[in-house]
């Protein structure tokens, strides 16, 4: 987890891997610090979170096809811009 929470590169996060969260929005420390340590549990919840490895999948043939006649057809239209000669 800790790994994970470094990678995330928060500027938060010190080259140290010291977290340093700053509050400052209340006037009265006990909701700065509530604050802050909110803060902490979130950012801490989302290194925590496992993300899914993609599968790689490969292209069907209708849509292989489907790119392959849009191609056709663009080059068609392409070769047709030429100037018109008599």
């Known amino acids: 987890m800790k790994q994970r929470l470094l990678a995330l590169r928060d500027q938060r996060i010190s080259k140290d891997g010291v977290v340093i969260i ?3 929005a209340h006037r009265s420390q006990e909701k700065n610090k509530a604050e802050a340590l909110q803060r902490l549990q979130e950012m ?3 290194a925590s979170a496992v993300p899914l490895l ?3 999948t ?5 849509s292989q096809r489907k790119r392959l006649q849009g191609k056709t057809l663009r ?3 392409k070769s047709m811009r030429g100037k018109v000669r008599d």
């Open 22 to 24: 700053k509050a400052q």
């Open 54 to 56: 993609r599968r790689p």
């Open 58 to 62: 490969r292209p069907t043939r209708s």
């Open 75 to 77: 080059g068609e239209i």
């Open 44 to 46: 801490l919840a989302l």
